[in-house]
């Protein structure tokens, strides 16, 4: 069963910095990609940043120049860079993978709060 532990969050001021982590175990062979989500405060779930399927990096327009995704050689450890923060950047962020073979799953996700 595919199994995604994120790790890294805290409480930071602004301007701080932090460095999440997203291991992933369970995936098969047929290749995956994995993806950063939020979800702040009573709203929905939001894209932050991720790999795609043709292996082009993509970022929210919110995060741009602050925040830097990048993941280890066996691709089953993800990582988000995350400088500059912004209390608006407050939320429980998520990892994502999508297994060729197994589907999508999510992680149990790990907050993140930026006091002003």
């Known amino acids: 069963q595919v199994r995604l532990v994120e790790s890294g969050g805290g409480s930071v001021q602004a301007g701080g910095s932090l460095r999440l982590s997203c291991a992933a175990s369970g995936y098969s062979g047929c290749g995956r990609y994995m993806s950063w989500y939020r979800q702040p405060p009573g709203t929905g779930r939001e894209f932050v940043s991720g790999?795609?399927?043709?292996?082009?990096?993509v970022y929210a327009d919110s995060v741009k120049g602050r925040f830097t995704i990048s993941q280890n050689s066996n691709k089953n450890t993800l990582y988000l860079q995350m400088n500059s923060l912004k209390p608006e950047d407050t939320a429980m962020y998520y990892c994502?993978?999508?297994?060729?073979?197994?589907?999508?799953?999510w992680g149990q996700g790990t907050q993140v709060t930026v006091s002003s």
């Open positions: 994502k993978i999508v297994d060729f073979c197994l589907g999508e799953y």
């Open positions: 790999f795609q399927n043709d292996g082009s990096l």
